[in-house]
């Protein structure tokens, strides 16, 4: 095969552990400290949104319940998030980026994917580009930046976690066929740990064994996935950055080791992905008004069961308990259950009248 020819110059950026810098910058006295956003010590279902480096040194991590956090550093102390001062920082450091390019793709708050392949300032690498984004960041905001620099969305965006925090990587044209044939299975996009062990049961523990299927392997191994895998591999990615791309659906889905009968352990589950969809809005600064439940049975049998409200809803009870009724919705006592997905969407216009009756009838259940 000839060697790729790559066109695009396309920088990710991550700030680093967000919420957790804001509120340091903000409150000296956090400085240096072992802090969470979001949970509180005693709070019923509270879930870590962001730790700062100090506590991810405990183990804490995102999406953490705050009980478990406690456990693992007794000292650890429980910030309120403070949205609206977050949304204000991130309008800034786009700001910052627009200096450079209008193709922005905005990932959550904290994260963006650019291309600079044509610069306004005509600079003409990207690597400089990085680098001015990160002094602006932290010079004018007081906050740290890790940047990915390469030929595509993928690699970039594994590129800025690579020296997280406040990193830089530069994967160029030169390096990213060895750099693809080094990657781990679980780094690919989608490769969930299920996924991951199935690969390594077949022997593909990364990209080099990945290369070595053909299209038509990749396909019959993984389905649809196995076309972006294939292209993935030889360092082709050709999705474009899309500065107008709307959110359409936040979710979060879980495959099973074993199948799920008990409505008890089905519950527990879902309590676990509904947190992980309440920390995933939270960082889009969403709100939905129509949520969905997922569940794919033992057969592969997939039904979906939906509801929708009269008003936009992105916080954590009503998505554990919304979901819970759902569930309990299609008798699942003793049905062998694969998979459970919750996600969150119609994040558009308001409801038309006629959703509110919906609603209505729904909260009789
Ligand atoms: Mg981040």
């Known amino acids: 095969m000839a060697a790729t020819e790559y066109t695009r110059k396309i920088i990710h950026i991550d700030m680093d552990a967000f919420y957790a810098s804001v509120e340091q910058r903000d409150n000296p006295e956090y400085a240096g400290k072992a802090i969470v ?3 509180s010590p005693e709070g019923r279902g509270g879930v870590v949104a962001t730790a700062s480096y100090e506590a991810r040194k405990f183990g804490i991590r995102s999406a953490m319940s705050s009980k478990i956090a406690l456990q693992l550093c007794p000292h650890i102390i429980f910030i309120r998030p403070r949205f609206a001062v977050y949304k204000e920082v991130s309008n800034k450091i786009r700001e910052i980026f627009s200096r450079y390019t209008d193709l922005i793709e905005p990932l959550s708050l904290d994260e ?23 002094q602006a960041i932290s010079g004018e905001l007081q906050l740290t930046a890790s940047a990915g620099v390469s030929v595509n969305k993928f690699v ?21 066929e060895k750099f693809m044939e080094e990657l781990p299975v679980e780094k690919f996009f ?31 191994h993984f389905g649809k996935p196995g076309q972006f895998y294939y292209h993935i591999v030889r360092g082709i990615d050709d999705r474009q950055v899309q500065p107008h791309r709307e959110t359409k659906s936040v979710g979060a ?19 676990k992905i509904a947190k992980l969809v309440h920390d995933r809005l939270q960082r889009h600064d969403l709100k939905g008004r129509t949520l969905t439940l997922k569940i ?45 997905g919750i996600s969150l969407s119609n994040f558009g216009e308001p409801m038309p009248k006629k959703a509110k009756k919906q609603d209505d009838q729904l909260s009789l259940f």
């Open 112 to 134: 963006a994917y650019l291309d600079v392949t044509h610069d306004k300032q005509g600079i003409g690498s990207a690597l400089e580009i990085a680098k001015r984004i990160r």
């Open 190 to 220: 989608g490769v969930g740990k299920v996924r991951a062990e199935k690969m390594k049961a077949k022997g593909l523990h990364k990209g080099a064994d990945l290369k070595k299927l053909s299209l038509d392997e990749m396909l019959s």
């Open 156 to 176: 970039a965006k594994i590129a800025s976690d690579m020296n997280k925090p406040n990193g830089l990587t530069f994967i160029g044209p030169s390096a990213i």
């Open 296 to 340: 794919k049975y033992s057969d592969f049998r997939v039904i979906t069961r939906n509801r929708s409200f009269a008003n936009p809803i992105n916080d954590l009870e009503t998505i554990e308990t919304s979901a819970m009724q759902l569930l309990l919705s299609t008798d699942p006592e003793g049905k062998p259950t694969r998979l459970l």
């Open 253 to 271: 889905e879980d495959t099973f080791l074993y199948d799920l009968v008990h409505i008890e352990e089905m519950n527990a589950e879902l309590d």
């Open 37 to 39: 956003v979001g949970g």
